[in-house]
């Protein structure tokens, strides 16, 4: 109780459970997502730590931001435009399936159509930063990580911008500003990385982690205050940082690939340890 009562011992030994317990917990095959979410559960309905913690929120964000910004870098369009028609049919049946749980909700529990619909998003969509994060451990080649990736990114973008309309369209002005301000982050943003390697990386070499970084947290940052969430902003900055390909030797993409895809590593289980922390007694009845 005493060890607890230190915010440096509590913040130590939350990495260090953070970082070990789902590497033993993996032998039986179960999720380091799930582990972290459920050391999420005990802190917060358990031990009662943690709650509003700033530090938390802050490294949670540092997570979502960065495995969002890795899949967007990720991103392969020759492969995309090879099997859109998996996509699309993907897609399609996505929005079935979540027309039907809104009309079913509607129905069922007489609510108002957009109550509705975030009801129906909750049911049906999938959490994509689970399968993102849990991609390595399902024994797949390639190929099929591929598109386990891309179905899982095209159903999370579907969903969020029914969220951004769900939630935006108290007013039509509202959700027109909303969708013009996310145009006009999406056609300035590779003027920006052209700006970047033109002008700036010549004069600080080896600082595109940096700007990468630092871009995705502030056009998450937007996103967020938009209405939809973190991980619009990241990805989106992901998909346009794809002309470092060609700016940048191949050697030094694949460095800057794997710099990521550790930043992203080591803050993601934050983001589900959070996950967990925000169930409340209350949510249980």
């Not at 095959?29 to 999420?40: F, H, S």
């Not at 730590?49 to 540092?62: G, N, P």
Request: glycine share 6%.
């Amino acid at each position: 109780r005493t060890l607890l009562a230190s915010p440096e011992a509590r913040y130590i030994l939350l990495v260090v459970g953070l970082f070990i317990v789902p590497r033993l917990l993996q032998r039986w095959r179960l999720p380091r997502a799930v582990t972290a979410l459920g050391m999420g559960v005990l802190a917060g309905l358990g031990l009662h730590l943690f709650h509003e913690d700033a530090v938390i929120s802050l490294l949670a964000t540092f997570g979502i931001v960065s495995l969002f910004l890795f899949a967007g870098l990720e991103v392969e369009f020759p492969e995309l435009r090879r099997g859109w028609r998996v996509l699309t049919g993907h897609v399609a049946i996505q929005l079935l399936l979540l027309s039907g749980a809104w009309l079913l909700v509607s129905w069922a529990f007489e609510l108002d159509a957009r109550v509705a619909l975030l009801f129906a998003l909750a049911l049906v969509t999938p959490s994509t930063g689970f399968i993102l994060d849990s991609l390595g451990r399902f024994g797949l080649d390639d190929d099929q990580r591929f598109w386990v990736k891309s179905k899982a990114i095209a159903t999370e973008i579907v969903a969020l911008a029914v969220l951004l309309v769900a939630v935006q369209s108290v007013s039509w002005v509202r959700l027109l500003l909303s969708l013009l301000a996310i145009a006009a982050m999406v056609l300035l943003l590779p003027s920006l990385f052209r700006l970047f390697v033109r002008r700036l990386l010549p004069l600080a070499p080896r600082s595109e982690f940096a700007f990468l970084v630092i871009l995705a947290l502030v056009c998450a940052a937007v996103t967020r205050a938009l209405g939809v969430y973190y991980l619009v902003g990241a990805f989106v900055v992901g998909i346009a940082a794809q002309c470092f390909r060609h700016a940048l030797p191949a050697p030094s993409f694949s460095q800057l690939l794997h710099a990521v895809e550790l930043f992203a590593s080591f803050f993601i289980p934050f983001y589900f340890f959070k996950t967990g922390l925000h169930l409340l007694p209350e949510n249980f009845t």
